[in-house]
């Protein structure tokens, strides 16, 4: 427990972050109509690809000789790579759908 | 001034893309360009997550790092262009179970690395979290797209007593993260092993859920690959991962629960999937009888309404009959007809399923109404066109209590002066309950695949024409 209130006060600033994130997600997400629903959920989900972040740095870091751990690596970022840019992509498939007949009357 | 400010920076402006963007993304109008500032968020921040300088710890390893870049964007192009639109819910299934592997990775991986020289409880609980939490998302992704996929059967893999079950499975994985973060000493074989329970009790979570619940479950999934991201970000000390992630995380819990709400269902309810063994309701009476009615009868009837409410379900996915279905709906403008659609919340197998249907098949989104904007359309209408749609057209929810869907909001297409249903056969929903609507005195079935009757619909009101 005092292992987590040490945690907790050296790392107050990102709870703080973490908190109003919260809110802002929320508050982002509670007033889209129907029509979105698909779109915003491919489009975040490509979002929770920053994960490629982490594998970026986990490779960075590790030592060039480990092979194990930078094949891992090269695996979680290849993955993670998959997510973003299928994400983005098919999302802007979907919403090129719903722009496109706005030109038709 | 030490050059990691401007990497910083470059996280802090990409993150207000991804915010700005996700915003952006909640109107019609600019959501094309807010997914582009996203992407372009997510952009920059893996050209600041590459060159940050590290220091020390650096091994440079770029090779592996563009090695990774290339093949998975590569991957995942190729998949988002060659995805067809009614395989959308399992594509975004698979794409959100690669998200979760990653987490999954990365705290395998670290977990590894803090190796004898443990760290505190609580640095070792954010690493062992991700890996739940990525694996727990990982497994519920896969099974999810197997099931969209039409691979694994939705609703033959649960278990007697299923939800104990997963109530023991998910005792033991968090009993394992207090064990993996209270020493670090347990050996690879214990965390292996740890990662295959987690994974299973992802796959085992989904399990028994199946059919006009997946809405639920596949943006519940989204969130808690979001989480997993946000933890990872905990791990690494990386600001916008955690941001990125909190805001998935947030965003994909309150989709879910917005279509729990449309179901008149706790979340609770759906995980542990009461459709499965609810009491089937009333028992129909055997002599009602159900009209059937011709093509031919049903095109007249369509073309001299004045309204028409086409009510699309996931039959209409499955028959991929949503182009055919706009050229009907053109034929009957051209006969005067208004011709509107009614889209309920949890129609189709994804949030918003069906929005994406019509809009393949050039439908513009003002003659989409939602549940409310239909009721009221319902009231003046002339003909319903019920397109494999079921249990979100069952009056049954507003009138028999005993029902297991009693009190979800429905389209009142009862209330309309006539109502065509196309249907495969008078088999049951996904509920699995019988639908007095069929047996309304004002109700027609046209039985046969949703494509093929679409189109002797049409060719019936070219006729008449």
């Known amino acids: ?105 | 001034m030490s050059p990691a400010v401007w990497f910083d920076l470059a996280y802090l402006v990409g993150s207000v893309c991804i915010v700005w963007g996700l915003k952006r993304m909640s109107s019609p109008e600019t959501a094309g360009p807010g997914n582009t500032l996203a992407a372009i968020g997510m952009g920059l921040a893996i050209l600041a997550a590459v060159f940050y300088p590290l220091g020390e710890d650096d091994n440079g390893n770029l090779i592996w790092i563009f090695g990774g870049l290339l093949l998975g964007s590569g991957v995942g192009y190729v998949l988002a262009k060659k995805v067809a639109m009614t395989a959308m819910p399992q594509m975004v299934s698979l794409l959100n179970g690669m998200g979760g592997a990653t987490a999954m990775i990365l705290g395998l991986v670290e977990y590894l690395r803090i190796g004898s020289n443990s760290g505190s409880f609580a640095s070792n609980l954010t690493v062992v979290f991700a890996l739940l939490v990525g694996s727990v998302s990982f497994g519920g992704s896969l099974l999810a797209y197997l099931k969209l996929e039409g691979k694994v059967d939705d609703k033959k893999i649960t278990l007697p007593f299923h939800s104990a079950f997963n109530l023991v499975l998910l005792a033991l994985v968090l009993f394992g993260t207090w064990a993996l973060s209270f020493s670090t000493n347990w050996g690879t074989g214990l965390l292996f092993l740890f990662t295959a329970i987690s994974l299973f009790y992802g796959l085992s979570f989904v399990a028994p859920i199946g059919g006009a619940d997946m809405p639920v479950v596949i943006s519940l999934l989204n969130s808690f690959t979001g989480i997993s991201a946000a933890t990872a970000g905990f791990v690494y000390g990386n600001l916008m991962m955690i941001v990125g992630g909190i805001l998935v995380g947030a965003s994909g819990t309150i989709l879910t629960l917005m279509m729990c709400k449309a179901m008149n269902r706790s979340l609770m309810n759906v995980i542990v999937g009461g459709f499965g063994n609810a009491v089937p309701g009333v028992a129909a009476d055997s002599n009602q009888q159900v009209k059937s009615v011709g093509l031919t009868d049903a095109a007249i009837q369509l073309a001299y309404s004045k309204t028409v409410l086409v009510v699309p379900g996931y039959g209409l996915a499955v028959a991929q009959a949503q182009k055919v279905c706009k050229e009907l709906d053109e034929l009957l403008e051209a006969n005067g007809v208004d011709v509107r659609y009614g889209i309920h919340p949890v129609a189709g197998r994804m949030p918003g399923h069906m929005n994406v249907l019509l809009a393949e098949a050039d439908v513009p989104y003002p003659k989409l109404l939602d549940l409310e904007e239909a009721n009221d359309f319902l009231n003046q209408c002339d003909a319903v066109v019920v397109i494999g749609a079921n249990d979100v057209v069952n009056p049954a929810a507003e009138r028999d209590p005993s029902s297991s869907i009693y009190g979800m909001p429905v389209l009142k297409v009862w209330q309309a002066k006539n109502t065509i249903v196309m249907k495969r056969s008078m088999g049951k929903g996904y509920a699995g309950i019988e639908n007095p609507l069929f047996f309304e005195k004002n109700t027609y079935m046209l039985f046969g695949d949703a494509k093929q009757t679409l189109q002797g619909l049409v060719s019936e009101v070219k006729g008449l024409g």
């Open chain 1, 1 to 105: 427990m005092e292992d987590f209130i040490e945690i907790a006060s050296k790392n107050y600033l990102l709870i703080f972050l973490l908190v109003f994130t919260v809110i802002l997600g929320f508050e982002i997400i509670s007033k889209v109509p129907t029509v979105l629903h698909t779109p915003l959920m491919s489009g975040s989900n490509a979002i929770s690809g920053i994960v490629v972040i982490g594998a970026i740095l986990l490779i960075r870091q590790s030592p060039s000789s480990a092979w194990l751990e930078l094949t891992a690596g090269m695996l979680a970022l290849a993955l993670a790579m998959v997510n973003v840019v299928g994400g983005f992509a098919v999302t802007q498939r979907m919403l090129e759908m719903f722009k496109k007949k706005k030109s038709k009357p």
